[in-house]
């Protein structure tokens, strides 16, 4: 911003690009601490409000409602969990080297304490809150991960006769095999995993889908 355009917006009381960042980046941080501790239905705007020292008004400036907050929040926490840009996914392997890579960048998401912790919450309150639901599904994670296995079977199995549909419906039950008893043992179903427990798991996932899409037939 040039030095008179932000004098002017200094004086007229507007805030700056970083600061407005920062504001958001504190509402979202008490968002989502008032969510994981108490719940979605008992967070209120007074108490997130006083939580991230501003007033009603400023939250409504910066969002609709409790639920596209919500949203956010989900956002942010799926950024945080994320693997840096640059870790290397595909780059420089063979396919079962890269699924069991992608598998165990999954489970480390996943069975992060926010990963678990807004696990649980969705778990509990989305028959009050479906609009819970709606804002992890609307959260682009999920659907980049299932692009990029299904480009994988289309770039590595040409022979495996699998259409579109087909590779995008391996992906996700990919991810649903990866995910879902580690993520149950974590949350209390049983022991939680040891990272080698983890380490075999994975293999084994990606043994049994690989084998499943080698054998496909229509």
């Not at 870790?87 to 079962?96: E, Q, R």
């Not at 989305?126 to 659907?143: M, Q």
Request: charged letters at 25%.
């Amino acid at each position: 911003m040039p030095r008179k355009a932000a004098a002017i917006a200094r004086r007229s009381g507007r805030p700056s690009r970083a600061d407005a960042l920062l504001l958001r980046e504190r509402i979202l941080g008490a968002a989502t601490e008032l969510f994981l501790a108490e719940g979605y239905g008992s967070t209120s705007i007074e108490a997130l409000a006083a939580r991230a020292g501003i007033s009603k008004r400023t939250f409504y400036d910066r969002f609709n409602d409790k639920a596209m907050l919500f949203a956010a929040v989900v956002h942010r926490i799926i950024e945080h969990i994320r693997p840096p840009a640059g870790v290397p996914i595909i780059a420089g392997a063979s396919l079962p080297e890269i699924l069991i890579r992608l598998a165990g960048l999954i489970l480390s998401a996943a069975l992060s304490p926010p990963a678990l912790a807004l696990h649980r919450l969705v778990n509990a309150e989305a028959v009050r809150f479906p609009e819970l639901v709606k804002a992890v599904n609307s959260d682009g994670a999920t659907r980049e991960a299932i692009a990029l296995i299904a480009d994988l079977l289309e770039r590595e199995l040409p022979n495996a006769r699998l259409s579109s549909a087909d590779r995008r419906f391996a992906a996700e039950q990919f991810l649903f095999l990866v995910i879902s008893l580690p993520q149950r043992r974590a949350m209390g179903f049983g022991t939680p995993m040891t990272p080698a427990e983890l380490d075999v798991w994975g293999k084994q996932v990606v043994r049994l889908f690989l084998n499943g899409c080698r054998g496909f037939k229509e």
